[in-house]
């Protein structure tokens, strides 16, 4: 069945440096999504994505925070300078469509540590 | 706004007990979709189902059901004779017509005692 892959598993970085968490959507969707979980919290989204462009973004998202797809299989979260606050379990999704309806699969994270 | 609201922070069970997951949304949109996933210890977030805001017939899928009641806003899953595998944070969330973003829950903690 496909999944949606999520590389590292686990990010260790010092306040300030860029960090760059990687993800493989499901090879046919089209949609695009990265949601973070601070430890204990809810599941919050950030960004969508669509042939090549944000289509929504939380408040979450400001201008620390950039999303690419640099090829035809990757789907990339930046962090520019991270901080402390940045410490969270970030989880990449995929749709087929970016209707409401449409069942969004989620890879299975990657916990990133800001020291 | 979207808002969906798990009260249950932590339940834990015993093996063989049925245990409700309760889920109360808000939302202005006439229509709008509900889902429940599983997270496991691993931490991966699994999906289990779907539902749109105009089929409220109750759903059921082996040991898991679902009860949706649109007069109550609520959207809770039942698990009937648990196991220690079903333990988990598990997760209610909304999508609504206004946007793709889904809008998750707070997530109640399951723990099935052996």
């Known amino acids: 069945e496909p999944e949606v892959t999520q590389t590292p598993s686990h990010q260790v970085t010092q306040m300030g440096q860029e960090v760059i968490l990687r993800c493989v959507p499901i090879?046919?969707?089209?949609?695009f999504y990265w949601y973070r979980q601070i430890l204990g919290q809810k599941v919050e989204f950030l960004v969508s994505?669509?042939?090549?462009?944000?289509?929504?973004k939380s408040e979450i998202f400001d201008d620390q925070f950039s999303v690419e797809r640099p090829d035809g299989s990757n789907f990339t979260l930046k962090i520019r300078s991270t901080k402390l606050e940045d410490s969270a379990m970030y989880f990449c999704?995929?749709?087929?469509?970016?209707?409401?309806?449409?069942?969004?699969?989620f890879g299975p994270g990657t916990r990133l540590t800001v020291l | 706004a979207q808002k969906v609201t798990q009260a249950q922070t932590e339940i834990s069970v015993v093996e063989k007990e049925d245990v409700t997951l309760d889920c109360v949304y808000e939302?202005?949109?006439?229509?709008?979709?509900l889902f429940w996933y599983k997270q496991p210890p691993s931490g991966e977030l699994v999906f289990l189902i779907r539902?749109?805001?105009?089929?409220?017939q109750n759903e059921i899928s082996g040991r898991y059901s679902w009860n949706f009641q649109k007069s109550t806003s609520s959207f809770n899953f039942t698990i009937t004779a648990s196991q220690v595998v079903d333990s988990a944070v598990y997760f209610c969330?909304?999508?609504?017509?206004?946007?793709?973003?889904?809008?998750f829950g707070t997530g109640t903690s399951l723990t099935v005692i052996p």
């Open positions: 994505f669509y042939n090549n462009e944000i289509s929504e």
């Open positions: 969330a909304l999508s609504g017509s206004s946007g793709n973003q889904f809008y």
């Open positions: 090879s046919n969707h089209l949609y």
């Open positions: 999704a995929s749709s087929d469509s970016g209707l409401a309806a449409d069942t969004q699969y």
């Open positions: 539902r749109n805001s105009f089929d409220e």
């Open positions: 939302t202005r949109d006439t229509t709008y979709y």
